[in-house]
Each structure stands twice: as structure tokens, then as C-alpha cells.
């Protein structure tokens, strides 16, 4: 297990992420406790890319349920199809919302978020849980974000 995060702050987006997902995948090998590794895995995305709020909801029954998370406190549960969490869980696809203003039912957990990549991880075919990223900018998050983060949730799903 890595001890320490290494942080690339005067770098491209894409050199940062590609600094970091090892990192991350070292912190959790060896780790069999999901919530141990989820509360690292969000720890890492926060400092290591500088995010507003970075977080997971689980799928338990018919909601997504928080999980760890780092940054402001957070709405504890989402009902499937409400919110971008809630649509990217109905839809079992990434969401990249530009402006969280503009999203038809956006769920306001904080007035500081400004945009949002929402990310879904799969365990036998059906949504798990979610990996939700807000920034304090608007349109923060791009295909590169997309990119990398889901290559995160193939280590995550690795770990269901």
C-alpha cells in the first residue's frame, strides 16, 4: 500500500490523471475492505486533482446511499432517475454536466458545485455505485476526465 500521494500540480490534466491512477492503484492493492479503498480512492481524487467534492454512492435497494466521500457535506440519498447521480444510475452511463444549473432536476447539495462527471461501476451486468465529481467551475470536466475516471471504475469494479 502506498503511504504518501504524489502530486503533479504543474501539468496538463491528462499528465496529472496519468500520475495519479497508479498511485491510487497502489494505494488499494492488497486492501480487501471496499469502504477502506473508497474512502482512499475519493482522498486521492480530491488532492491529487484538486476537485470541489469527489464521492461514491452506493446502489442499496431501490437508492443510491452515500458513501465516503471528501468535501462539503453531501445529500445522503438519491432516488433512481433524480439528480445526475440518480439519471447517470437510470441510464448506467457517464454524465458530463457543464453547468449543474441547467440539468433538468439537478439536486443541490451544494450552491458551490458548478459542474459535474458522474460515473457509474458495474458488478454483474447492474449498477453498484457511483462515482460523483463536482467542480466549482463551470464546465470543468471533458472527455479526458472521462477517460481516466473510467478507467478508475474498472479498478473499482475489480474490488465488488
Same mark, same amino acid.
Request: proline share 4%; aromatic share 8%.
Given at each position: 500500500?502506498?503511504?504518501?500521494?504524489?502530486?503533479?500540480?504543474?501539468?496538463?490534466? *491528462?499528465?496529472?490523471?496519468?500520475?495519479?491512477?497508479?498511485?491510487?492503484?497502489?494505494?488499494?492493492?492488497?486492501?480487501?475492505?471496499?469502504?477502506?479503498?473508497?474512502?482512499?480512492? %475519493?482522498? %486521492?481524487?480530491?488532492?491529487?486533482?484538486?476537485?470541489?467534492?469527489?464521492?461514491?454512492?452506493?446502489?442499496? !435497494? @431501490?437508492?443510491?446511499?452515500?458513501? /465516503?466521500?471528501?468535501? /462539503?457535506?453531501?445529500?445522503? =440519498?438519491?432516488? =433512481?432517475?433524480?439528480?445526475?447521480?440518480?439519471?447517470?444510475?437510470?441510464?448506467?452511463?457517464?454524465?458530463?454536466?457543464?453547468?449543474?444549473? *441547467? $440539468? /433538468?432536476?439537478?439536486?443541490?447539495?451544494?450552491?458551490?458545485?458548478?459542474?459535474?462527471?458522474?460515473? /457509474?461501476?458495474?458488478?454483474?451486468?447492474?449498477?453498484?455505485?457511483?462515482?460523483?465529481?463536482?467542480?466549482?467551475?463551470?464546465? @470543468? $470536466?471533458? *472527455?479526458?476526465?472521462? !477517460?481516466?475516471?473510467? =478507467?478508475?471504475?474498472?479498478?473499482?469494479?475489480?474490488?465488488?
Amino acid at each position: 500500500m502506498a503511504e504518501e500521494l504524489s502530486v503533479i500540480t504543474d501539468a496538463s490534466k *491528462e499528465e496529472q490523471y496519468a500520475a495519479l491512477l497508479p498511485q491510487i492503484e497502489a494505494l488499494v492493492t492488497g486492501e480487501p475492505d471496499l469502504t477502506a479503498n473508497l474512502a482512499n480512492m %475519493a482522498s %486521492a481524487l480530491k488532492y491529487g486533482m484538486n476537485f470541489f467534492w469527489v464521492g461514491f454512492y452506493l446502489v442499496k !435497494k @431501490d437508492e443510491l446511499v452515500l458513501g /465516503p466521500f471528501q468535501g /462539503p457535506i453531501a445529500c445522503t =440519498r438519491i432516488q =433512481r432517475g433524480k439528480g445526475v447521480c440518480g439519471t447517470a444510475w437510470e441510464n448506467a452511463e457517464t454524465i458530463i454536466v457543464d453547468n449543474v444549473d *441547467e $440539468f /433538468p432536476g439537478h439536486i443541490a447539495c451544494s450552491s458551490d458545485s458548478k459542474s459535474e462527471i458522474v460515473l /457509474p461501476a458495474f458488478k454483474n451486468g447492474e449498477v453498484a455505485l457511483i462515482l460523483d465529481v463536482d467542480s466549482d467551475q463551470l464546465a @470543468d $470536466f471533458d *472527455e479526458v476526465d472521462k !477517460k481516466y475516471l473510467s =478507467r478508475l471504475m474498472k479498478v473499482v469494479e475489480q474490488m465488488l
